[in-house]
């Protein structure tokens, strides 16, 4: 039987046209759109009581694993707040684990690494990732293509430097000292390590796209903690070898980072069709940085919407007006939904950017 957004050709997943003219798959290609689309980084999980109730007892890493309990979790954002699009419910971590690094992902905390990667014996660790590897995430992603419709689905991985970044430190970091010892005392295990990691994020960026994703996002959320000249040497021609090797797909590559302003325009020439930018650059000054054909994402400050609805609104009001002149635009918030927000809020916010949007 046909899913109801995708026919199956061969092993190619073909988008209806419903999809393919979808609002968000229209921005990320500069196209006029009916209204500007919206979708929220981390809107699975969170502060959802419907994702609470369904992950009840059961750790982060494994329901990632359970392609029934992803696309319910998947789908809970899209029934509740009507964004227009649905983004993977996963880890950036999980090809990792998959792969055999043993990691977990601690409540509260984030990925935490037993054995932290810091010399060349340690990078025999990192073997290339098989589709095999992975089998929940092929079946999730075509249940949840069959039943999103018309609505895009986004996959994601982490960028290499922000995946490195976990696997140097052995868990979340403020400095990045380790890291960052790595990459100017041992340039040459380095960029050995970045390359094993986009071999990595490329096989899990095509697992899923064909699989049935209509969009995929480079998540490079620490990389603001480098200089461009750095950007530049050490990190990009990694990235851009990810966005290289899905070029091919045609589907729009999404790059995100957080506090990087001085990095956008690096950041689209990796090769993103759409950069993502976090609260502290206004979009059209983000737009003359990056250059032009490319689409922008974001920027909301995701703390405004612990404000009242009032300054919620007048917050969005300004993102909408830098965002005027933009070839294209995506909705979100510069960074992910904060714990402890209220879903009501993202609801209106959905409703508000819509109705002052609709052409
Ligand atoms: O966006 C979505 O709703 C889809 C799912 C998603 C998760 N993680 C689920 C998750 C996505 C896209 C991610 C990406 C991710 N993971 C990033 C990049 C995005 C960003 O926020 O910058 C990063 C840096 C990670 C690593 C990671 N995993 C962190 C920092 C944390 C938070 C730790 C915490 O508890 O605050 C996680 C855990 C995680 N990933 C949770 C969820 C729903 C919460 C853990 C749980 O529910 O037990």
Redesign the pocket.
Known sequence: MSSLGFGQSGSTVVPSTALRESAFLKACRREPVPHTPVWF??????SLPEFLEV?RGIA?LDSCMMPELVTEITLQPVRRHGVDAA???????VPLKAIGVDLD?K?????VVARPIRSREDLAQLRDLQPEDVPYVTEAIRMLVGELGATPLIG?A?APF?LASYLVEGG?SRNHEHTKAMMYGDPELWTALLDRLAVIASAFLKVQIEAGASAVQL?D?WVGALKPADYRRLVMPASAKVFDSVAGYGVPRIHFG?GTGELLGLMGEAGADVVGVDWRVPLDEAARRVGPGKALQGNLDPAVLFAPREAVRAQTDEVLAAASGLEGHVFNLG??VL?NTDPEALTALVEYVHERTAR
């Open positions: 980084m981390r809107q699975a999980g969170r992950r982060m983004v993977y419910y996963s880890d950036i971590v992902i409540p509260g905390v984030g990925p994601f982490g922000t979340p998540f959320s957080v960074h992910g714990p």
